[in-house]
């Protein structure tokens, strides 16, 4: 998209905000592409910031640590999937789709582009080496629940869900799929989610919608 040029044909200057957000998520794209490719040991902050063609200091300014880089990697990752999931309207959806399309959004992150693969591989390394990290993805994976406890909620209300569900305990049951396929993924690469897919929706349809009179 061209840039909007000032009366002087100039781009309009960019505020330190934009600067710094803009450097921020070229370095964020810069660890999921590392960790994807590399693995995670290879996304030190010199070949963060070398790969994001910026300062090689300047990961290591941003983030100052491992936990201010996953922090950093994790919210960028939810406000992706988030605003994805505004843009596709998921929330004026029908309970059920909104869940399928929910699922399908996480099951083809890791075939789609680094990020869904980046974030498992962090999330295997941390919990393997039992860091204080895994308080990190715990709180990511809660807020994996609140949404998917709010789409069955909705749903219960206007009685597109059945009304016994937990829906509470059927969120975490969700989201635990949904990780155990992925981490799965990671040991076969070559795995058919297809089927997989096809299943876990059609176990969810027994469990979740109304039997029709």
């Not at 999921?32 to 994001?52: M, P, S």
């Not at 922090?71 to 988030?82: K, N, T």
């Not at 080496?129 to 994976?141: G, K």
Request: charged fraction near 30%; include cysteine.
């Amino acid at each position: 998209m061209a840039l909007l040029l000032s009366a002087r044909g100039t781009a309009p200057r960019r505020s330190q905000a934009e600067r710094r957000d803009e450097s921020e998520r070229l370095l964020v794209e810069a660890t999921l592409k590392i960790v994807a490719g590399q693995g995670v040991n290879a996304a030190t902050f010199e070949e963060i910031g070398k790969e994001a063609g910026l300062s090689r200091g300047l990961a290591t300014q941003r983030f100052g640590s491992k936990r201010g880089l996953i922090e950093a990697v994790i919210a960028w990752l939810h406000g992706r999937r988030e605003a994805m999931l505004q843009a596709d309207h998921v929330d004026d959806m029908p309970a059920f789709a909104a869940i399928a399309h929910y699922i399908d959004g996480h099951l083809q992150a890791p075939s789609r582009s680094d990020d869904g693969r980046a974030y498992w591989m962090l999330l295997a390394s941390t919990v393997a080496d039992a860091t204080p990290l895994r308080e990190l993805f715990a709180a990511s994976h809660e807020c994996v629940r609140v949404r998917l406890r709010g789409l069955l909620e909705r749903g219960r209300k206007k009685g597109e869900i059945r009304k016994d569900v937990d829906c509470d305990a059927m969120a975490l049951t969700i989201g635990s799929l949904l990780l155990g396929v992925n981490m799965q993924r990671l040991v076969d690469p070559a795995m058919d989610v297809a089927p997989i897919r096809a299943n876990i929706l059609a176990m969810l349809k027994r469990a979740l919608v109304p039997d029709k009179k």
